[in-house]
């Protein structure tokens, strides 16, 4: 079995309403799929949010998989990497993500396995903590409350708002509100978004929100401001976590092996892939680390499920419209239950496009 075609599709699908996070604006998300297909007619499917240069270094890299087999996904992902020696940050890497994500869903189509199945089963199901609190315009802290109410009331264990994004004491009373929505049994996060600028500023927002007991604080800064992320681990009893833009696990063993960090958050688009997730996945655990995969439920679920499972605590869920849209290219939209997930039994990954969707709003 040998692959014969990889094709990137971009699609760009208008937000109900403009929203944002501390530090962007949407009006429109885009996002890059990849179609790839062996000469026996099988495909195997992944999706990215953005484009820009994607499609470009997918065609770039296309030639490094075409007439291959997908059972040589190993070698292939080092082939891949040598190919963005010049560039593992950004483009190439969701690039080389995307090929390696759709060279695991045809492993696991050729097998008839979902990919969880494949990979190893350490579990059937993972909690979902819901991921909101985007700052919507026309919204205020009434909706705020409602929103956080429902999650409540559909079963979520665990939410996260947004911060960095109005005046200090609007988001601590956003904080607060979210808090008295959820009740005192719903652990809370906030994500800055990487926008502070000094671990004191971390501290004095932690101060101010204390007996809103918060279960992490995500992103305070910017992943290469490690000292402010030192400091704050040390004066701060809130665990950290951060990742979700981090490319390979060199990085993660840095937050890892120093303690610094408590959670880290791969994104199996951003990481390099299914293989590299994995890689820091079994290095969480090395370290007694908790992973929150970032976003891509469709993905993390079967991750979370498999053998590296154990480390994994929670798996993010954006409720569509809110920030992101991408259940629009879906026939089956991912929600959970009572606030948990359980993988997809079709084999792959269990992506399933609705392939007219993609093409109205394919650019």
Partial sequence: MKVTKIEPLVVRVPLLKPAAIANRRFTEREYTIVRMVTAEGVEGNSICIGAGTVPAHVNEF????????????????????????????????????????????????????????????????????????????????????????????????????????????????????????????????????????????????????????????????????????????????????????????????????????DILQPDVTVVGGITEWLRVAGLAACFGKTVFPHWFPFVHIHLSCSYAGQAVRWVEYVPNHKIVNIDELFDEPYVPRRGVFRPSEKPGIGLSFDWDRVARYQV
């Fill in 62 to 261: 296309a030639p490094l998989i075409i007439g291959r087999d997908p059972e040589e996904a190993p070698r292939i992902w080092n082939d891949l990497v040598f190919a963005t020696r010049h560039g593992r940050r950004g483009a190439p890497m969701f690039a080389l993500s995307l090929l390696d994500n759709a060279l695991w869903d045809l492993r696991a189509k050729v097998a008839g396995l979902p990919l969880y199945r494949l990979l190893g089963v350490a579990r059937t199901e993972v909690h979902a903590y819901a991921s909101g609190g985007v700052y919507v315009d026309g919204e205020g802290v009434t909706e705020l409350a409602r929103e956080y109410e429902q999650y409540a009331e559909a079963g979520f264990q665990a939410a996260k708002v947004r911060i960095g994004g109005l005046a200090f004491a609007e988001d601590v009373e956003r904080v607060r509100v979210v808090r008295q929505a959820l009740g005192p049994r719903v652990r809370l996060g906030i994500d800055a978004n990487a926008t502070l600028q000094a671990w004191d500023d971390a501290k004095r927002f932690l101060d101010a929100v204390e007996d809103c007991d918060i279960a992490w604080f995500e992103d305070p800064f910017h992943a290469e401001a490690f000292e402010n992320f030192r400091k704050l681990s040390t004066i701060s009893s809130v665990p950290i976590s951060t990742g979700e833009s981090e490319s390979f696990g060199y990085a993660f063993a840095q937050w890892a092996a120093t303690g610094i960090v």
